[in-house]
């Protein structure tokens, strides 16, 4: 695909809403009034759909007399094989996929399990199966998605533990290895499509699905407490609260490794999918995802993503649409809704489908939603009407989102292969488009989510001017974490939206952006839009070229563009006098920074200068001091395994939460297990602080699930890291955004893509590491032991793997751990009375307990 991604100048901003204007600024689209069938229909959702709802009764009833037909076959996909440009290796060496260790107490946990993947079954049902054969030569478009969301529901790449832990399946890479060179030994080339913001009613669906899972979560935290280990693993892995979505950078790694084409939807993958395979000119020959893709324009059948067994059986299961409509006996509008009805990525189940005394085959089926859809005059309304009282009860704003989600599906927005936006049926589009689009910003900041430069948790923001704070793993609304995500981390999330919305549309400077919070329906913020001083004031002084960061990296002997290089050389006066851009006159701007040299030092200078650990001389804060002490203490593990641990952003999100009064002995949660339960009261603050770092820190794992013991207490713990990382990794886009709209770097495509692979703090760390250490200070070893026997207790927890028995090198990872937690009391020593001086004494007392336990 082609961007128009111009090298100078703005790409040219459209209009908030979807169309152009004259003059480039806000003015609403007129409404639309349109005929269809010389039938003139209103500018708004409702009447727009009330009215072709009626045009529809007058289409041709249900098929329900109609022949059977024969399976379906591949041939209905609708391009002819081998006609893509690109080349496969079809004998490639395969790698089988491992199966799934689960801890030795569990060996009939497998039996147990089963599949715990959520799609409707019911509608499965009705899948055929075809020779894999049949596909050779074939590009096959991949919801990216439903993709990873599959994998991680099902064995073998199921790991139930994963809710408990945090961060990411420890075995997933390997599992999408040995599932690629399945595609390639077949000769199948997977075009992975990934999801873009939010479509309308995708966040409010997320959110209830998510306290739904967090409710199973609890079941399992409850058996756990109760010793039914069993119990507690099932009720783990049944819960739901892993999102494939969450796992994308892995899966879009792998295919850059592999040389493997992606695309980036602006919105629906699926919309962009059923995009792709209707173009003229063949760029995938067929679709596979989730059953959503059958609401799209797609020539006819979805394939389902396969198994291991799949494989094994070298065949292919899919899903017909026409296969469907003639099964059920209906028409396209028809089957339409019923998929609606069923629920979606933006929809919740129709109310009445889940109610027993209604449905009393549970969990429901097609065929019930078809039948009360059918008692209802095929119509959508009418049945709502006659469930009034079961949607006032359980979702009173179905019927509102379902028109919306409705209409956002027919006109949905996909990316052209100019890379230009494309509305499907624009010339109906209505008046009210907003309602169902959502705000529109400039194609160049879509360019940046295609390069993986921002993401759409930052974009959401502007999308339909709202943005939710998603349920915790552990669910836990403590003191600290309410204060957090309310108030520390709003100044953050002002700043990002005052990078971007005064150099996107003017209008956005007027609207209000509110956050909303799983914990409590009632309680929102109004993000301030314009926060003093000015973001891009402070952020627009950087704009260092590479030759003086080359020279001071060789001075120094560190790779600029890392966090450490930010803080340490500054500490070269006359390098730190440099770095303060100055222009031919007062009117010069930063331009031409090239991303893959340049955009990156800078940006994560400007975020630090953002975040208070570089003042606006350009020299160090008390902070940024006692930041840059960590970083020297910590630089040869750094510089060690390519940081395999993460041990610099872990230094930069320790001081983040430090600041936040997150990161200290305080607020232990003793009514929360998996707390430190030995010793004095000092010695148990001790070992929990020591724990709350290292779960800062990548435990090295082998590539099957994690067994091992759990905490609740660090799981709410790591509900504050994650939180903050995520704040700051929006700020760093929003940082590289804002230099883009800005007119600040060089747009060139292979450079966008290494910058947007090269940007850190987007790895969700589990807490394993601090689970463990916690563990070996509170269990395995005493102040009293000799440094022979404490030496013992290293070895005997690391060879023996007692607790954690596929750890790949425990002992030098306790190592790690305890040499971080050094390097951050050096920097905390220095602060001062930046922090309390109660905090101040707990960390040299903790310095103190590990120091006797070495």
Request: aromatic share 8%.
């Amino acid at each position: 695909m082609e961007y128009d991604m111009s090298s100078t100048g703005h790409i040219p901003v459209r209009s908030m809403q979807w169309g152009y204007t004259s003059t480039g600024l806000y003015a609403p689209i007129p409404p639309l009034q349109y005929s269809v069938n010389q039938t003139l229909y209103p500018a708004t959702l409702e009447q727009t759909y009330e009215q072709l709802y009626q045009q529809s009764l007058s289409q041709k009833g249900d098929m329900l007399n109609m022949e059977p037909q024969p399976p379906v076959a591949w041939g209905t996909l609708g391009r002819a094989r081998g006609s893509s440009n690109a080349s496969l290796n079809t004998n490639p060496q395969a790698t089988p996929a491992c199966t799934t260790v689960l801890p030795a107490h569990m060996d009939d946990l497998a039996n147990m399990l089963g599949s715990v993947f959520k799609g409707d079954r019911s509608i499965e049902a009705y899948k055929f199966k075809n020779s894999v054969a049949e596909l050779q030569g074939c590009s096959i478009g991949v919801e990216a998605s439903f993709y990873l969301q599959r994998m991680i529901d099902e064995p073998p790449a199921h790991e139930p533990l994963l809710p408990a832990l945090g961060g990411e399946p420890m075995g997933l890479r390997h599992h999408i290895e040995a599932d690629l060179d399945h595609w390639k030994e077949h000769g199948i080339k997977p075009v992975f499509v990934f999801e873009g913001q939010p479509t309308v009613g995708k966040d409010t669906t997320t959110l209830k699905n998510a306290q739904e899972a967090l409710s199973e979560t609890n079941k399992a935290w409850n058996n756990y407490s109760e010793g039914d280990s069993n119990g507690a693993v099932k009720q783990f892995g049944l819960s739901g609260s892993a999102q494939g979505s969450d796992f994308f950078p892995i899966l879009k790694d792998i295919l850059r490794s592999r040389d493997l084409d992606s695309v980036q939807a602006p919105y629906s993958a699926c919309a962009q999918l059923a995009y792709l395979e209707g173009l003229p000119t063949p760029y995938i020959h067929g679709v596979m995802g989730s059953q959503e893709l059958l609401l799209y324009d797609i020539n006819d059948v979805v394939i389902l993503p396969p198994s291991p067994k799949d494989w094994e059986d070298k065949t292919l299961s899919a899903l017909s649409r026409e296969d469907l409509k003639q099964k059920l006996g209906c028409t396209a509008d028809f089957f339409h809704d019923i998929l609606l009805m069923m629920g979606t990525s933006s929809l919740r189940p129709f109310p009445t489908l889940q109610e027993p005394t209604i449905i009393s085959r549970q969990p429901y089926q097609i065929e019930d939603a078809a039948t009360l859809l059918r008692t209802s005059e095929r119509s959508v309304t009418s049945m709502c009407t006659a469930f009034n009282d079961v949607l006032l009860n359980s979702d009173p704003k179905w019927l509102d989102n379902y028109r919306k989600v409705k209409m956002g599906i027919r006109h949905c927005v996909t990316i052209t292969e100019s890379g230009n936006y494309h509305i499907n049926n624009y010339d109906t589009v209505t008046g009210d488009n907003y309602e169902y689009l959502g705000m529109q910003l400039p194609l160049e900041v879509f360019t940046y989510m295609q390069f993986g430069v921002a993401g759409a948790r930052l974009t959401n923001n502007f999308n339909f001017l709202e943005t939710i704070v998603f349920p915790t793993l552990d669910g836990v609304v403590s003191e600290e974490y309410r204060k957090l995500v309310t108030e520390q981390l709003i100044a953050i999330k002002e700043q990002a939206v005052g990078l971007i919305s005064p150099r996107v549309h003017r209008a956005f400077k007027f609207k209000d952006i509110t956050v909303k919070y799983w914990f409590d329906s009632s309680l929102t913020t109004k993000l301030n839009r314009q926060p003093q001083p000015d973001p891009n004031i402070q952020a627009d002084t950087w704009g260092v070229r590479v030759s003086d960061l080359d020279q001071q990296a060789k001075a120094s002997g560190l790779r600029h563009g890392t966090l450490p290089f930010a803080l340490l050389s500054l500490d070269d006066k006359k390098f730190s006098t440099k770095t303060v851009f100055k222009g031919k006159d007062s009117q010069a701007k930063v331009a031409g920074l090239i991303p893959n040299s340049e955009v990156l030092p800078n940006a994560l200078w400007r975020l630090l200068h953002l975040r208070g650990y570089i003042n606006d001389s350009h020299g160090l804060t008390s902070w940024g001091k006692a930041l840059q002490i960590t970083y020297k203490a910590l630089r040869p593990i750094i510089e060690k395994d390519d940081d395999a641990h993460h041990v610099a952003e872990a230094a930069f999100l320790a001081y983040e939460l430090l600041r936040f009064d997150n990161l200290n002995t305080r607020r232990q949660h003793r009514e929360l297990i998996g707390g430190a339960i030995r010793g004095s009261e000092e010695d148990k603050a001790s070992c929990m602080l020591i724990g709350r770092t290292a779960c800062l820190l990548k435990l090295r794992h082998s590539e099957n699930g994690y067994t091992g013991p759990l905490s609740k207490v660090f799981l709410a713990y790591h509900s504050l890291i994650k939180a903050t990382r995520e704040a700051d990794r929006d700020l760093l886009e929003a940082v590289i955004v804002s230099m883009g709209l800005g007119n600040q770097l060089v747009r060139e495509q292979k450079p966008l893509e290494e910058l947007g692979s090269s940007l850190p703090l987007g790895v969700d760390i589990d807490v394993g590491l601090g689970i463990a250490v916690k563990t070996f200070l509170d269990d395995c070893v005493k102040p009293e032991m000799s440094a022979e026997e404490k030496q013992q207790a290293r070895s005997d927890y690391a060879e023996k793997k007692a607790l954690l028995p596929l750890s790949v090198n425990f002992e030098e990872d306790l190592d790690v751990a305890f040499s971080f937690f050094d390097a951050l009391h050096e920097g905390v020593k220095t602060l001062g009375k930046e922090i309390p001086e109660s905090d101040a004494k707990a960390w040299d007392a903790a310095k103190d307990y590990l120091d006797k336990r070495r």
